[in-house]
């Protein structure tokens, strides 16, 4: 019965879906009031249905109920509760109803908090994105139903995929489908403004919230991603340039170029065509991404769909969606009136700089991404683009880009002051030139890249913390008054430092995880020890272990520095009973700067391990600086300006006072 209710509320979603998509468009054409206040009610519906097909879903998981086929093909009765319920979207027909709820989630956040916003806006930007969730339920309905039900049911299921059985991977496709569908809202206030044909300030101060809501949502699943493939793959690296890492990461460099362009439009009310493109850009990479993972085109651990048909139809939507909205743009975008005026040297400029990088480094990845696979579908040739491209191309790229962001937030608003800016940045060139000379003595006959990254970090670090000390007036005012300033500075000026700091730190540690690791992969007995980078690894034992659903063998290493033991580790070689499926659980000692890493292997029959140990400075700097760059967005968004959609009031200034912040 509760299947059926859950059929049911999707049913009646896709009705309410269709109404929304009609009516307030209608209504805001005509000026009928009464027909655009019905957007409110029905995106408010529409989400209570979803999540009542949601949360009937997750209760047949939670309860394995083996008579609904996705539960007896996706869970099993042994899993760990926190797996039964991560199963829920651990599958085909479950991510698409989790990407739905967060359609209509942000859908309804509109509906209840955008009474700020002018009726007719409000009414077609929730009209636009009820027709993408009218799209996605046809999907769900008629190819990827999450309640069929199947007779007779199994005593016991087939077992979530044992990658995915861990609390990394649990939370990982929700904080994602948060950034990739949060985008939708981007694209529909876009799609709106449009229709009107009118992109001002005001637009740019209403959709900048939920932009940033969905890139702090994405960040965080990127980051959450990266961190499982790390510790769980076994294979000591945290990106190595998968399609499908790939198919988050385009739309999060476009969405990072679009929360800067929509700057330019709220300050000087320029960029407007661009910064609707970038918009339309964001969410067509999001839904190519889907395509992607769940067409069957791809081969992953996340590439749920194998049915052509599945394929086919997200392939029709996508067509649709994006070439529909590509297609409106070039009619009415020319219309779209011109903003102000500002010099290339300015922080305008220096914003159009930061997006064309950011937007290149996507086209390159996209190329690499769609290349092979276009190439297979056309010619049936089969080659792989690899790490080495996309080093190639993507990372000489952000080399300007990190410079731009050291001298950019220095440079005024219309007409700047280049050799001003840099005169302030001496300290920070002084500190790049101080990093790359001490990483360079430290890794001297390695790879002078490393020094390079280290140098640019320094750079950045530098660079913000200048430019946060210029805001707040340090060395032209007493200590009072700089604690002021610094308290009544916007919360958008604090996130933008908290976040740029963190990009430093994470760049940082990119690079010490990228060039400057260690690694040995030996046989060894019980008793005997691998040496590198000064720590020994010692195999002192092998032990069967047993899990809920799982037999393992654990290796114990102790580690030791120096001749003192510094700690000890415990790999595992996990099979799961259900599936048999091998997978590895390295275990890892950090101590803040550096990583200490070990993996159990196959045993070789002659009383031997396959073992794989690395040291990895820096990487721990990975994880510091993505969590510092969230929290500068979560900063940011809880800026009154950003919230409510009006500028604040701010108390006057003395002579000399900062410039307001982003």
Known sequence: ?????????????????????????????????????????????????????????????????????????????????????????????????????????FGGMVALFGNNLPPTLKARTLSVQSMIAFAFLLFILFTSNPFERISPPPIDGRDLNPLLQDIGLAMHPPMLYFGYVGFSMAFSFAIAALIEGKVDAAWARWVRPWTLLAWIFLTAGILLG?????????????????????????????????????????????????????????????????????????????????????????????????????????????????????????????????????????????IGTLYPLMLDAITGDKISVGPPFFNATFVPLMIPLIIALGVGPLLSWKRGDLPGALQRLKFALAVAMVSTAVAAYFTWGRSVFGAIGLGLAGWLAAGVCIEFGSRIGIGRTSAQDVIRRAIGLPRSAWGMTIAHLGFAVLVAGATGASIWQDEAIRSIRV?????????????????????????????????????????????????????????TESAIYSDGISDLYAVLGQPDGAGKWIAKVYFKPLVPWLWLGGMITVLGGFVSLTDRRLRVGAPSRRPAEPAGAPAPAE
């Open 1 to 105: 019965m509760i299947a059926e209710i859950g059929h049911f509320a999707l049913v009646l979603a896709l009705i309410v879906a269709l109404v929304q998509s009609i009516l307030p468009l209608i209504g805001a054409a005509r000026g009928n009031h009464g027909w655009m206040a019905t957007a409110t009610p029905s995106a408010l519906v529409q989400f209570l249905c979803t999540g009542t097909a949601f949360g009937c879903l997750l209760y047949s998981f939670a309860v394995s109920d083996f008579t609904v086929m996705n539960v007896a093909q996706n869970s099993n009765s042994l899993q760990p509760m926190i797996y039964k319920i991560s199963s829920t979207w651990g599958n085909h027909e479950g991510s698409m109803v989790l990407w739905v709820l967060i359609l209509t989630l």
């Open 226 to 366: 990266s961190w499982w493939a790390y510790y769980e793959l076994g294979w000591g690296g945290w990106w190595y340039w998968d399609p499908v890492e790939n198919a988050s990461f385009m739309p999060w460099l476009v969405g990072t170029a679009l929360l800067h362009s929509a700057v330019v439009v709220e300050k000087r009310d320029a960029l407007k065509t661009w910064t609707i493109l970038l918009a339309i850009l964001t969410f067509s990479l999001s839904l190519i991404g889907t395509f992607l993972v769940r067409s069957g085109v791809l081969t992953s651990v996340h590439a749920f769909a194998t049915d052509p048909e599945r394929g086919v139809f997200i392939l029709v939507l996508l067509i649709i969606a994006i070439g529909g909205s590509l297609l409106l743009y070039a009619w009415r975008a020319p219309q779209l009136k011109g903003g102000g005026l500002f010099a290339p040297i300015s922080r305008e400029g220096s914003l159009i700089l930061n997006n064309l990088l950011l937007t290149t480094a996507a086209a390159t990845v996209f």
């Open 527 to 583: 008793g005997e020890t691998i040496s590198i980078a000064g720590y020994d690894f010692t195999l002192r034992n092998v032990d069967d272990v047993r899990g809920p659903n799982y037999v393992a063998q654990r290796g114990v290493f102790t580690v030791r520095q120096d001749g003192e033991i510094l700690t000890t580790l415990a790999p595992e070689r996990r099979r799961y009973l259900v599936q048999g499926t091998e997978t």
